[in-house]
């Protein structure tokens, strides 16, 4: 049990000389920006997830076959899904193990796998569980502002959350530590 609640701790707050710096705490707000964009998107812009190609991919397939609701040019249009591309692009790059930041499957699989009932080892359960509730958080969190507000309000919130995440990036990376250079 302890180990459960010092995994997120680390995740939440890096221990000094961290491989990855202050990349996790940083990407967690990222995933919530990702639960965010995907309850307006889905929820506001014509049910279409932005962040999860599958679904898109899945709602084309539906939409000429006559699913109500469901529409070809709205899950095309979007052009939020290539933020989203760009993003998965660069957080792929930077490697930091079990923060995706735009898709839980492979999370909620290694969560299933490395379970000890699973006779896995669970590297990183408590990552890997705050990434999934961080998504969740971000979903309801947009989920209630575009029942409450408007979808301006929503991504006003996002593009708030996501200069806070650039700017603290920026500043952290001033000082060229050994997680801004690349990986080996």
């Known amino acids: 049990m302890q180990s459960l609640l010092a995994d997120p701790a680390r995740t939440l707050a890096p221990p000094k000389g961290d491989r990855h710096g202050p990349l996790p705490p940083l990407l ?3 995933t919530v920006v990702t639960g965010l964009l995907d309850a307006a998107s889905h929820l506001a812009l014509g049910r279409v997830f932005v962040a999860n190609m599958t679904g898109n991919v899945v709602f084309l397939g539906f939409a000429p076959a006559g699913a109500p609701g469901l529409s070809v040019t709205a899950s095309l249009v979007v052009l939020l899904g290539l933020a989203m591309g760009l993003q998965n692009a660069v957080v792929r790059r930077l490697s930091v193990p079990d923060l995706t930041t735009t898709v839980l499957t492979l999370t909620l699989t290694g969560l299933a796998a ?26 309801l969190a947009g989920g209630l502002l575009l029942r409450h507000t408007e979808l301006s309000h929503v991504l006003g919130v996002e593009l708030g959350l996501l200069v806070v995440i650039s700017t603290a990036a920026y500043r952290l990376s001033v000082s060229v530590p050994a997680w801004t250079g690349p990986q080996s």
């Open 114 to 139: 490395d379970s000890s009932q699973a006779g896995g080892a669970a590297p990183r359960p408590g990552r890997r569980i705050l990434a999934v509730l961080a998504m969740f958080l971000g979903a």
């Open 28 to 30: 967690l707000v990222l």
